[in-house]
């Protein structure tokens, strides 16, 4: 598939600056809007045991990092940020369209399947205008919360009943143009979805209701229509998905991995969220959900297994070895009744998050729960650090959504002899990190947490990291930046400063 360029955010959604103001930079050329001097108080700049560096100096040209510097006084002409400075986070699995149903699927206990109907209830009722508001306000709480990339699993494709719109992707161009306006970055996840599901025989049943809008007729017909998504502007990158064994059946599967291989695309699927999953394929097939996705040539390093929760061991063993990444979305997980998945055993497989339903969106409280919900498993404390969660919001995050460089690839806009001072994070499987790292070449995405708030009062700052992963909320972020353009100041969005409103009004509107 195709990929944006490496220009940031589309010039419709800029962000101000709101740094002091500095007439020019190290080399002497004019500053211009995504152009800074930013002194952090503390900084986490990769290192495997989530220690932070105090007193880190990040030069910023043209929306990339040109230097990170430690241990450094304040210069005179830099912006401090106290407390803890992040790169940006990246969410890795959403369904904007899901966030309507925050709060409203508790009554009467249920189960996924019964939470499903109603989901497909609020689908139902989109189209690409009031698809678009919703988004932009999803996007727009992300941002609040240290987001500053989404990876959207998008399968609401078509107006009910099926129908085309006069542009195939009008639903797509809608997603890109929210991301644009709330001043993230966007993976678009383009879902292939066939099939209504398997029964308990392990048969696939059709299309029906809601679904009709997340059908192509074939695998053949999705390639052709995500092949003529032609998104514009920088901040927008294309990967391919297959929704789950239960919605594609095998047959289909070859072609959808085919398709993401040919365009050097990730590729990302539901696996093993619920027993009945596993079962149903077992009966169609006589093979796990995960053998199935590896005899279609679909388990490599560019895929990403949403959920995992629900692996045998020969799924454990050939995960880590195709060096897929999984995508654990917790306060999904937890919320639907999923089950807790083997996050140890998976290891050393790469971990990336996602707020999935959005039942809550915050990335602190998806990292920590990784290794919460892992205590739970294994009555054992401490399989996952704050480093390694860090890692897993942050550059394993952007490298499953394809925001990296090739190997060997120059550092765009990282001056010569310019160094990043400390430890890296693990190398992501595609190539150098271009988000999620606070390094030269990269590009600038930051997230501030102070540590003077009621949560994190008393924190040790030498520990910060472990401070703000295992007690932080996204209430306590007060400034992000992506792309070198602040999105958030103070706590506030700078394009959509009501979000609450944005939200409320959309929401009521889409659900009355």
Request: hydrophobic letters at 40%; proline letters at 6%; a negative charge.
């Amino acid at each position: 598939m195709t990929t944006g360029a490496d220009s940031g955010p589309a010039a419709s959604a800029p962000g101000g600056s709101a740094g002091p103001a500095a007439c020019g930079t190290a080399s002497g050329r004019s500053r211009g809007p995504r152009d800074h001097r930013l002194w952090c108080e503390w900084a986490w700049t990769g290192a495997e045991d989530g220690t932070p560096e105090h007193g880190v100096l990040v030069e910023v040209a043209d929306g990339r990092i040109t230097s990170v510097t430690v241990a450094t006084p304040r210069p005179g002409d830099a912006e401090t940020l106290t407390g803890l400075t992040l790169p940006g986070l990246a969410n890795a699995h959403s369904h904007a369209f899901h966030r309507a149903l925050r709060g409203r699927t508790h009554a009467g206990g249920g189960s996924f399947w019964t939470w499903r109907e109603t989901m497909y209830r609020v689908a139902e009722r989109l189209d690409p205008d009031t698809y678009h508001r919703l988004a932009r306000a999803v996007y727009v709480e992300m941002a609040l919360a240290g987001i500053t990339c989404v990876g959207e699993f998008h399968y609401l494709h078509h107006a009910p009943g099926g129908d085309r719109y006069a542009d195939p992707n009008a639903m797509g161009h809608a997603l890109a143009a929210a991301a644009a306006d709330a001043g993230i970055r966007i993976t678009l996840l383009d879902v292939c979805y066939l099939s209504g599901g398997l029964d308990g025989n392990g048969v696939h049943q059709p299309l029906a209701g809601p679904q009709l809008r997340f059908g192509d007729g074939d695998a053949d017909g999705w390639a052709e229509r995500a092949a003529a998504f032609r998104p514009g502007g920088g901040h927008v990158r294309t990967g391919a998905a297959a929704h789950s064994v239960r919605a594609v059946p095998a047959a289909q599967l070859p072609e959808v991995a085919a398709f993401a291989a040919g365009r050097d695309a990730v590729l990302h699927v539901h696996v093993s969220e619920q027993p009945g999953e596993n079962a149903a394929c077992l009966a169609a097939y006589g093979r796990t959900p995960t053998a199935v996705l590896a005899d279609a040539g679909a388990l490599t390093p560019r895929t990403s297994l949403v959920h995992a929760t629900h692996l045998s061991d020969a799924d454990v063993a050939a995960v880590r070895a195709a060096g897929s990444t999984v995508c654990l979305c917790p306060t999904t997980e937890r919320d639907l009744a999923d089950g807790l998945p083997r996050t140890g055993d998976l290891l050393p497989a790469p971990l990336s998050l996602g707020t999935d339903q959005h039942a809550l969106t915050d990335m602190f409280e998806e990292a920590r729960a990784v290794e919460l919900h892992e205590r739970l498993r294994t009555h054992r404390r401490g399989t996952l650090g704050a480093g390694e969660l860090l890692r897993a919001a942050t550059a394993h995050g952007h490298a499953s959504l394809g925001w990296t460089r090739e190997p060997g690839a120059a550092a765009p806009g990282a001056s010569e002899g310019s160094a990043h001072v400390g430890a890296g994070p693990q190398e992501p499987p595609r190539g150098a990190s271009d988000a999620g790292v606070l390094a030269p070449g990269a590009r600038a995405d930051l997230v501030n947490v102070p540590l003077d708030g009621t949560r994190l009062a008393g924190a040790d700052p030498a520990r910060a990291a472990d401070a703000v992963v295992f007690a932080a909320a996204s209430a306590d972020v007060r400034h992000v930046m992506a792309d070198g353009r602040w999105t958030v100041r103070d706590g506030v969005h700078t394009l959509v400063p009501d979000t609450a409103r944005e939200l409320d009004t959309v929401i009521k509107e889409v659900l009355t």
